[in-house]
């Protein structure tokens, strides 16, 4: 006891600090450094604050800071003791229950920052985000009277929201009222509750290849038997699309209607004008996942600004705003929006009207609006720079150049892309091979680079350092 005592006395009191997290960090590196041993009995708090020279109060917040870390544990009666789990026999445990093939892996390294170069992931990076206006925002929301941190929020989304989003909607040609916009936690939500409500396990579903590579997990927890149709810069074979469609009687087409993931392909008025024509004629529905329009240079139709009877329209603010806050919103005919604000409600899905607020005051006061302008054209010209030392690197450029957020590319003749990923994760580098995104039989010919994190001298170094190992 009296060494415990010793290296709790041992602390320094800087000033500018507040004391209980200096006491909460100094005990925390105790702990984990072992001088306050797994199982060691703590003083008493009386005891405690004489050996620190602090209030009662502030010692008994400081326990409490470090039993929600786990660190400490109290005992009825007994007093407070130390508690560090055995990291190692934790982490060996995590990676037993994780794959570890090389695709599992990509997965798990695009989502987690641990410091590797990311030109794989499929976000803006944080420097590219309007942080000062979304602090604005989300100071605003908390401040004001309209936040109700006692009540679930209305099922359907925050109503001025969905005012704002009815407008936003409009303005590229989807008129819909605001009871037929529906706020999700993300764009994967309203796309898994629209799956629960027109898939039946063995229905066919109609999928873009390549695409977000989700959709083939959830589709597949869905029990679909998934068909899919080649998607490339210049569009779909839609001769050959409606061949599938006749020969496989699909209920669902899935797509990217604008900016698609990875191609950055945009349907051309004609192709819309077919896609809806066929629709009709053999009885599929449409889900237009339009995540990435607001980064669109020139402005192209969307499939739900023809009605909404066989089309239902998804997008979000996921890739725009922050991958952290991910409100996100679907447009529907008015039965799918009843049926889709019923099941949210049943499931628990009730979205975050604090999310909801932030976003909705971006929208209202024209910060998201010049935050994506000035996006776009730093997208453009990274997409020319990245797109140069590519080609430099010997890759061929898959994509529409300059549009959107990803190039998809072709690599040297010879090399894999599944080889070159664990390759790049063992050095920090986490690259997107074309078998996590695509089905084809070439697909490991392909990378999807994010041009936003790709324009950086280190990610050029280490993958031309990466061709050269393989070269050589």
Known sequence: ???????????????????????????????????????????????LCELLNVGKST?????????????VVSRQGSGHYVHR????????????LQSQDTLSRVRRAVLQD????????????????????????????????SLRMGEYGEVGGYLPLREALRVKLATVGIEVPVAQIITTSNTMQAIDLLMRLLIKPGDTVLLDDPCYFNLHTNLALHGANVITV???????????????????????????????????????????????????????????????????????????????????????????LTANSRVSYTALSPQLAARITTLKMS????????????????????????????????????????????VEAGCSVSSLPGEGLFIWTRLPAG???????????DNGLVLAPGTLLSKAADANNYLRFNVAHSDDPQVRERFFKLLDYYKA
């Not at 602390?11 to 984990?32: C, N, R, T, W, Y």
């Not at 326990?63 to 929600?68: E, G, I, K, Q, Y």
């Open 415 to 425: 090399l894999h892309a599944e080889t070159l990923a664990a390759k790049g994760l």
């Open 59 to 71: 010692m008994v917040d400081a326990l409490d800071h470090l039993r929600a870390k786990g660190l």
């Open 230 to 320: 080649a998607r490339t810069s210049e569009g779909l074979d839609l001769d050959a699309f409606e061949q599938r469609v006749i020969a496989h009687k699909p209920v669902l087409y899935m797509t990217n209607s604008t900016l698609h993931n990875p191609t950055g392909h945009s349907f051309s008025a004609a192709q819309v004008y077919r896609l809806l024509e066929l629709s009709h004629r053999y009885g599929f529905h449409i889900v237009e996942d339009d995540l990435y329009g607001d980064l669109q240079q020139r402005r192209t139709p969307r499939l739900a600004a023809s009605g909404l009877d066989n089309v239902s329209y998804v997008s979000g603010f996921s890739k725009t």
């Open 347 to 390: 499931c628990g899905g009730v979205t975050s009207e604090l999310a909801e607020q932030i976003t909705c005051t971006m929208l209202s006061n024209g910060s998201y609006a010049k935050h994506t302008r000035r996006t776009v054209d730093r997208l453009y010209e990274s997409s020319s720079r990245v797109a140069r030392w590519l």
């Open 1 to 47: 006891m009296q060494v415990q005592r010793a290296v709790i006395a041992a602390l320094e009191f800087q000033p500018g600090v507040p004391l209980v997290q200096q006491i909460v960090d100094h005990l925390s590196f105790a702990i984990s450094q072992g001088t306050l041993p797994h199982g060691a009995k703590l003083p008493p708090i009386r005891e």
């Open 85 to 96: 789990a055995n990291v190692q026999t934790q982490t060996a445990a995590d990676q037993h």
């Open 114 to 145: 641990n410091g590797a170069l990311r030109p794989g992931c499929g976000f803006l990076p944080g420097s590219w985000l309007p942080a000062e206006e979304l602090l604005k925002a989300v100071r605003g929301t908390l401040r004001a009277t």
